[in-house]
């Protein structure tokens, strides 16, 4: 494939040196502009649906560090918004959907797909907006990390309802998953024909799993998911992100038919070199934390991962999302160093 855009270069299996870079939430607080558009305009919820504004929010990064992808700014839960649930982001705390669905009663789940036009019109002003070299990217949660927000109706250290529920009704669970897998496919489609040209599925609480779990609640859905796309959409690439799959991460990459996997800040990118299959593109893997020290312990970090890779396709990115602490001299720290400068 002859591309201008390097990450869409990588994802089609090129090796890049250097790599091309993006971060996962490059886009968001740690910016003094996001900070002020965010004051100007109101809550988090209300920029994701105000298509100029989070157009203008997901270009910021690209303006001021010239970041080889733009991730659309957006959030993982506008599913179960659309599938019914009742979304708020309270000041200084996390994403609340009323009513949980911890009893398995799925009856109120109903889609509209109207919420999700204001999404595909943030996607066509981004595209519309960036240069050929620069790749925009859609992304979309996974089922599994999707329903464990919807079955609590927020976040959680272990995700304890979503994973007892599973044991005790796994019908039901099922029925939830595959819901999910129906309207992310939907989902991601539009953001597709709105000009996306890679997609990222979030994972976030893959860790959680036991490893006959992982296979039924990680593994299956995204294969489906992934299997669906390649049916509309065969030459978009998707990058897979199972954030603390640990030794599963090697199934995953295997079964679930991704075009590209994501590693979080744990896994070894040595051993991910050797386990994974040949040839497979990856993304990532930096410490967040190590952005934020900079210096000597940011260039180790960086060193480490680029030997690592260096016979291998590679996406240099976050191992999860930038923290909203990170000095912006690091990132271009981060930046002059993986460009050799």
């Known amino acids: 494939m002859i591309t201008t ?32 558009l965010r004051e100007a305009k109101g809550g988090f919820l209300e920029l994701v649906y105000d298509s100029d504004a989070a157009a203008e929010i997901t270009l910021q990064p690209i303006k001021r560090f010239g970041v080889d992808g733009a991730i659309l700014f957006s959030d993982i839960l506008i599913v179960p918004h659309a599938l019914g649930q009742h979304l708020t ?24 797909p109207t919420r999700f036009q204001l999404i595909y019109d943030t996607v066509r002003n981004v595209r519309a907006a960036l240069p050929p070299e620069i790749a925009m990217l859609g992304f979309a949660g996974s089922p599994w990390t999707v329903a464990t927000y919807m079955v609590a109706g927020q976040g959680s250290k272990d995700h304890a309802e979503a994973r007892r529920l599973a044991y005790r009704d796994p019908v039901a669970f099922q029925a939830l998953i595959d819901r999910i897998v129906h309207t992310t496919v939907d989902y991601l489609s539009g953001q597709i024909q709105a000009g996306a040209q890679a997609i990222q599925l979030f994972d976030s609480w893959a860790g959680s799993l036991a490893p006959s779990e992982f296979e039924r609640w990680v593994i299956a859905p995204t294969a489906d998911i992934v299997g669906r796309l390649m049916v509309r959409h065969g030459e978009v690439p998707i990058i897979g992100f199972p954030k603390g799959a640990g030794a599963k991460l090697a199934a995953y990459a295997a079964e679930t038919g991704i075009d590209a996997v994501g590693l979080d800040e744990t896994i070894d990118p040595a051993w991910a070199d050797a386990m994974l299959p040949p040839g497979m593109p990856v993304q990532g893997n930096l410490d967040p934390l190590a952005l934020i020290a900079g210096g000597q312990a940011l260039k180790d970090s960086v060193t480490r991962i680029r030997a690592a890779f260096e016979n291998r396709p590679h996406i240099m990115n976050l191992g999860h999302g930038i923290l909203p602490d990170t000095p912006i001299a690091h990132v271009e720290e981060f930046l002059a160093m993986v460009r050799g400068g």
Not at 13 to 22: A, F, K, Q, S, T
Not at 26 to 34: C, D, S
Not at 93 to 109: C, I, K, N, Q
């Open 5 to 36: 855009a390097p990450i869409l270069a990588v994802l089609a299996g090129e090796h890049r040196d250097p790599p091309p870079i993006w971060l996962m939430r490059q886009a968001g607080r740690y910016l003094p502009e996001y900070r002020a």
């Open 89 to 112: 982001f309270g000041p200084g705390e996390g994403p609340r959907l009323t009513p949980p669905l911890f009893d398995g009663a799925f009856d109120m789940l109903e889609a509209d």
